[in-house]
Every structure is written in structure tokens, then in C-alpha cells.
């Protein structure tokens, strides 16, 4: 991936800027929004603090990489005052549309033609990260892939439209599969401590260059596995390399997180893919391992309904290979902060409409891609939902703002048509 700093191009919303560039294709599209606020800088006799700049890195999901699956959310933010960066961290081929355009539905693709593109650009190389790969590794990441499209081509002889789709959901991404996630954890902090370098040059914010911002994180899905390591990432030179430490999170709230990198997306891809050695699979970011830099206080927002990362994942003791051995303890338990709490939405088939407490609780909008197939993965989405306005969202604001302690968020956070339970995680006996 491109680790230089990428141009921003600035564009006038109402009542916030956005600054974006890069491209989803280069795996370095990065999207910045900015509250009209932060071009206050203190005034005369005015204390720092009297306009306080506060940051929130937001990480996307597995292959939900455009701002566009979490805009009304983000906009939400905006609105109370942060400085919200959307970095993609995943190569893809999604559209790098303008902030005033809408993405249209994706159009329905032929699923061979997908792959015979990706091929070729694998094969035959012209510019981007795939020239820079070896054509050892450029041939087993064609194997891996070609392996995995013909299990999900006769999957689609049974369900056709849902694999179809699916196709065209991990072609958006396949590049990035020979990346180490420890790779797009480095994107993400060199890619927003560099937009920040940029954004400060302008004379609205000069003030940035000495502010220390009061930083937060907020991740889904897979990227909320990336928020809770940032500390981790913020501690390894190799990963910070000469990004500055300024918006490492004070607090990171995160909805349905993977607990591995290889939770973070459909569970039968894994072992396709780790047949044959790549990245993404033989270097996995796990919490077991960054957990022990995890000590801000955290807060795991998750549904008891989600089949892609079930709640036991975090919080039900870990089974050791062999069955003599004895369990290792909870994911939850090895992040080391001793401000922490996760919390289970729950469903109600009596509401109007029924609420299910699935996997992409945390995203807004999923109609670039066919119902079935997110129907399949957790929920579809045209727009904000009860959970978003009665879970996620409070729930951010309340622990952001101050309002609430990771321990404490949930006494606001009732609702009648849905509970929301404090989750005791098990240790291993």
C-alpha cells in the first residue's frame, strides 16, 4: 500500500468541510470531515480548551470501505463537534465518488468476468501494489482466489444471486488479501496523521499544528478489532513509522468487533485462502496479542443475534487443540484496561417492524449491494435504524462527550421495543 501522503481536495458541505483523496483502488482513499468548529482556535486571553479540537479515526468492516455504509452515522458526529477521518485500508475497486455524489446500486456483474479482470491485473501487472508483488507470491494469491471463486461458482448453483453477489463483495478486496493486517493498521495511522499534516497547512487551521486534539476511535466489524489495536500499532515503530502520536485514542468504543483478523470475514473464505500462506491469513492481528497495550477505557457495543461474530467469541472461554488442555481465558479479558464493558442488544420479533440484533447493527446503508446477499451477512440497510438511534449512536456520544463511563453508558440507553443486557464474561475455570 502507498505510504506517502496523498493530496486532499476540499469540499464545502453545510456546516462542515470534507477533505478527501486518495483512491480505494491504491488502498490509500482517505475522506476527512471536518465540523466548522475546528477552524476556532483560541482567542485573546481564551484558554486552549476553549475550543476544544476533538478527533474520531472510524474504521470500516470487512470490504465496507466507502464513507457511503456509514454516512448518517459519521454525519451524526460531525454534527456534535468531531473531526471525523475515514480511512480505506483495504484495496478495492468501489468508486471514488465525490462527497456530493451518490454511489449507484452496483450493477449486476457477470461473477466470471469479475475474476478474469482480477486476474489479469494480477498476472500482468501495469502499476499499484500488484507490480511491487513477486510472481511467486502473484501466482499463489491467483490460485487462492481462483480456488475460492469456483467453490463459491457452484455454491451459486444452489443459491445463485446471494453467491453471485458474494463474488463481487471479495473481488472489491481480493488485492489486499496479500497484505499483513498489520499493514492496514499502519495505513490507518500514517494515513491520518498525514491528512492532518495537510489539513493543518491551511490558515483556518493552522492552530492544529500545536493542538493536542482530545482523540477517540470507533470501529465495526473487522476495523473494530483495528481500533482496539491502535494502542498496539501507536507503540511499534515498525507500525507508527514516523507518524506522530497525536491522535492515538484516549477512548475507543467498537460494535460487533472481531476478536482475529480471521473472524473479520465469511468463515468458509479462511481456509481456502490460507492454503496457500498469504498474509491476511499466516499474520493475523488478534486481541489476544494487542490486548496488552489496550488500557483506555473500551467499550464493546454487540448483538446477541450476530452469526458472523457471536458474543461467545469475546466473551466464552478459548478451546486449546488439544482436548485435555485447558482453556485459555475470554477474549474479553485480555484487553488490559481496567475500564471496560461490553454490552448485548437484544432482538424483538414483536416489534413493528422486528428488530434483529445482527452483525452490521453499526451500518447505515447497504444498497450498493443486493438485499439478499447483506440479508445473508447481517441486516439489510436503507437508512438508520432503531438500533442506530437507541444503541450505537447514544451510546458513542454519551462515552465521548463525558457523559458516561464504559460501565455506566447503558442506564440512558432503554428502549421499549428492544432490552440491552450487560454481558458478564466467562473466564476459563
Given at each position: 500500500?502507498?505510504?506517502?501522503s496523498v493530496?486532499l481536495n ?5 456546516g462542515?468541510c ?13 475522506r476527512?470531515y471536518?465540523p ?12 486552549d ?8 479515526i472510524?474504521l ?30 483495504q ?9 456530493n455524489?451518490?454511489?449507484s446500486?452496483?450493477?449486476k456483474r ?5 475474476w478474469?479482470?482480477?486476474m ?15 510472481w ?12 475460492l ?31 499483513a ?7 490507518v495511522i500514517?494515513?491520518c496523521?498525514?491528512?492532518?499534516d ?13 493542538t ?6 470507533f470501529g ?14 501507536y507503540?511499534?515503530?515498525n ?5 506522530s502520536?497525536?491522535?492515538?485514542p ?11 483478523t480471521?473472524m ?13 500462506r ?6 493475523p492481528?488478534k ?13 464493546i ?12 467469541q469475546?466473551?466464552d472461554p ?7 488442555q ?7 479479558l ?10 448485548a ?8 417492524p422486528?428488530?434483529v440484533?445482527?452483525?452490521n ?19 439489510v440497510?436503507t437508512?438508520?435504524?432503531?438500533y ?5 449512536w447514544?451510546?458513542?456520544?454519551r ?7 464504559p460501565?455506566?453508558?447503558i ?19
Amino acid at each position: 500500500m502507498d505510504s506517502q501522503s496523498v493530496a486532499l481536495n476540499c469540499f464545502s458541505m453545510d456546516g462542515y468541510c470534507i477533505f478527501q483523496g486518495g483512491s480505494h483502488a491504491e488502498g490509500n482513499f482517505i475522506r476527512v470531515y471536518v465540523p466548522n468548529s475546528a477552524a476556532l482556535g483560541a482567542g485573546p486571553g481564551e484558554p486552549d480548551s476553549a475550543h476544544p479540537l476533538k478527533t474520531l479515526i472510524y474504521l470500516h468492516g470487512f470490504a465496507l470501505s466507502m464513507p457511503g455504509f456509514y454516512n448518517d452515522h459519521i454525519e451524526e458526529l460531525v454534527k456534535h463537534g468531531y473531526i471525523v477521518f475515514f480511512p480505506d485500508f483495504q484495496v478495492s475497486d468501489y468508486p471514488d465518488i465525490k462527497p456530493n455524489e451518490d454511489p449507484s446500486p452496483r450493477e449486476k456483474r457477470n461473477g466470471l468476468l469479475i475474476w478474469y479482470q482480477l486476474m489479469r491485473r494480477l498476472l500482468f501487472p501495469k502499476a499499484g501494489l500488484e507490480l511491487i508483488l513477486s510472481w511467486f507470491v502473484r501466482l499463489r494469491l491467483a490460485a487462492g482466489l481462483t480456488l475460492l471463486l469456483l467453490f463459491l461458482q457452484i455454491l451459486s448453483l444452489w443459491r445463485g444471486t446471494i453467491f453471485q453477489n458474494l463474488i463481487s463483495l471479495i473481488s472489491t478486496v481480493a488485492l489486499s488479501l496479500v497484505s499483513a493486517p498489520t499493514e492496514w493498521l499502519s495505513q490507518v495511522i500514517n494515513g491520518c496523521d498525514q491528512a492532518w499534516d495537510q489539513i493543518s497547512k491551511e490558515s483556518r487551521y493552522a492552530h492544529w499544528a500545536n493542538t493536542q486534539p482530545q482523540a477517540y476511535a470507533f470501529g465495526h466489524s473487522l476495523g473494530g478489532l483495528l481500533a482496539l489495536s491502535l494502542p498496539w500499532g501507536y507503540g511499534d515503530t515498525n507500525i507508527r513509522a514516523a507518524a506522530s502520536t497525536r491522535l492515538q485514542p484516549q477512548q475507543i468504543v467498537v460494535a460487533d468487533p472481531a476478536a482475529s483478523t480471521l473472524m473479520g470475514m465469511p468463515p468458509f473464505v479462511v481456509p481456502i485462502l490460507r492454503l496457500f500462506r498469504l498474509p491476511f491469513t499466516s499474520q493475523p492481528i488478534k486481541i489476544a496479542d494487542s490486548g496488552v497495550a489496550l488500557k483506555v477505557p473500551v467499550t464493546i457495543l454487540h448483538g446477541e443475534a450476530d452469526t458472523m461474530v457471536p458474543l461467545g467469541q469475546w466473551i466464552d472461554p478459548i478451546k486449546q487443540f488439544w482436548p485435555w488442555q485447558a482453556p485459555k481465558p475470554c477474549n474479553f479479558l485480555s484487553i488490559a484496561s481496567t475500564e471496560k464493558a461490553i454490552y448485548a442488544s437484544c432482538s424483538n420479533p414483536n416489534a413493528q417492524p422486528p428488530l434483529v440484533s445482527f452483525h452490521n447493527q453499526a451500518v447505515t446503508n447497504t444498497t450498493y449491494y443486493d438485499d439478499e446477499l447483506f440479508d445473508y451477512f447481517g441486516g439489510v440497510k436503507t437508512g438508520p435504524n432503531a438500533y442506530n438511534f437507541n444503541y450505537i449512536w447514544p451510546a458513542v456520544l454519551r462515552l465521548l462527550n463525558g457523559d458516561a463511563q464504559p460501565g455506566t453508558v447503558i442506564e440512558d440507553l432503554r428502549h421499549p421495543d428492544f432490552a440491552i443486557n450487560v454481558v458478564t464474561p466467562n473466564p476459563a475455570e
